[in-house]
């Protein structure tokens, strides 16, 4: 997208938030079910009926992961800073204060001493988790969307913060990276004009690239299967994309691409969903993106919440929050305090206080050209699109092997002396058949 106006990045700010809470809301209730035909029509059943504005039932409440997001927005909008300090105590305090929402032993274990310690390092906690492996749950993906939101034009950072974050709780690198993944995907979808189709074979092959970079970090260590295995994920999802849908599809999914609480078996997953759903699924009967997409990942059974809650994320950045069914929404615990905390995020970000140093930082010349503010803010944020597209450019072609033209030449004089055998131009052709320049048999036209 080269140009993004501010009103869509703000209604792509609340989406992104909403549409993972919406997620974890609705997908809460199955969570750990394992899904057959007939639960499907249940799901699409209790989903028509969400629609429904005269539908008056119980609020659904949120798990952990939303409990957990909204600690990570807090900590951008209270410590612009980033202090990770102040973010282990919010995860903390809300555990302390709403222990029921889910939560696993582990991450329990992981509050627990960061109390008892009194948040001396923060860090310390969670490294000691599985002798000293660390956790490679979903804890980080769950979570991370502000993340991709507030450093959403600052791509280093978005990647610092989002592995910082998530070592609070997650220190293997599988939970740490499937986090990483999550938030990418988050930017991306971000950065995408909702009016215009998603090329999903473009979309992963992007965020590929940028894994790749990623996964670089993992060493031998680590005893895993494959040596970048968010990368590997990211050719299975093309390829079950690939696939015509059908039932037995989704049986090969939760086996292949995972649904459980392990990081590297659901984040990928969530992102196979959303991009899955872009287009048509027959069991999932609705024209709007959204609902398709946290259906859908509903229908897969066993995470749901969290599955849900993560391609919920990346649907809702994409869309932004018109695409969200309003009475869907408000059968979810704390929607209008979700929108409250993507708009604090959002002026955090492009809000008065900040955009001097941004239109500082970024173009300083726009300063004196008399533009009104959404004109000039839109100039800013397009030419930030141009300069990020530049820079990846450029990352990709610092990337590309290089040698001297001597060198390649050598190389070339190599290939032709060892090959000057088949080389029909120094030896001739073995027979007339071989000869692709052959005078051609006349043909007797009848
Ligand atoms: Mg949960």
Do not use: W
Not at 125 to 131: G, I
Request: hydrophobic share 35%; aromatic share 8%.
């Amino acid at each position: 997208m080269s140009h993004i106006d501010l009103a869509v990045l703000k209604s792509k700010f609340r989406g992104a938030l909403v549409g993972s809470l919406l997620g974890d809301c609705l997908g809460a209730p199955f969570e750990g079910e394992l899904v057959s035909s007939g639960d499907k029509i249940v799901i699409q059943k209790y989903f028509d009926k969400l629609e429904s504005p005269d539908l008056k039932g119980p609020i659904r409440s949120y798990t952990d992961d939303t409990a957990m997001m909204k600690s990570v927005a807090k900590t951008f909008i209270d410590k612009p800073e980033v202090d990770y300090t102040y973010m282990a105590k919010l995860f903390v305090k809300e555990y302390f204060a709403e222990p029921k929402r889910g939560y696993g032993e582990s991450i329990v274990e992981v509050f627990s001493k960061l109390r008892k310690r009194k948040f001396e390092d923060v860090y310390k906690p969670a490294q000691e988790q599985f002798n000293g492996s660390g956790s490679f749950g979903n804890g980080g993906g769950m979570r991370v969307a502000p993340v991709a939101l507030y450093f959403y034009n600052n791509y280093d950072a978005m990647i610092d913060v989002a592995k910082k974050s998530t070592q609070l709780t997650h220190t293997h690198s599988l939970g740490v990276h499937g986090a990483v993944f999550q938030c990418i995907a988050v930017s991306q979808a971000l950065a995408c004009n909702p009016k215009k189709k998603i090329d999903p074979e473009q979309f992963c092959n992007e965020l590929k690239q940028k894994m790749k970079e990623v996964e670089k970090e993992n060493d031998d260590g680590l005893n895993l299967k494959v040596e970048q295995p968010y990368v590997d994920k990211i050719n299975v999802i093309q390829h079950f994309l690939k696939a015509k849908y059908n039932d037995e599809l989704d049986e090969e999914i939760g086996i292949v691409l995972g649904n459980n609480i392990c990081a590297i078996e659901s984040v990928p997953t969530a992102l196979y969903c959303f991009l899955r759903s872009l287009e048509e699924i027959p069991t999932v009967k609705t024209d709007n993106i959204f609902r398709r997409t946290i259906q859908y990942a509903i229908t897969l059974g066993g995470d749901t919440d969290t599955i849900a809650c993560m391609a919920g994320g990346i649907a809702g950045a994409y869309l932004g929050e018109e695409a969200i069914n309003r009475n869907m929404a408000k059968q979810c615990e704390s929607y209008e305090k979700t929108i409250e905390m993507a708009d604090s995020l959002y002026n955090a970000v492009c809000g008065a206080s900040n955009r001097a140093q941004f239109l500082l930082s970024d173009s300083a010349t726009f300063i004196t050209i008399g533009l009104s503010d959404t004109a000039l803010m839109d100039m800013v944020v397009s030419n930030l699109q141009q300069q990020r597209a530049t820079t990846e450019q450029l990352r990709r072609e610092a990337a590309i092997k290089r040698m001297p033209v001597s060198l390649a030449v050598a190389d070339i004089i190599k290939y032709i002396t060892e090959h000057e055998q088949d080389d029909c131009l120094l030896v001739g052709f073995t027979s007339q058949r071989v000869n692709p320049f052959r005078e051609k048999t006349p043909c007797t036209l009848l």
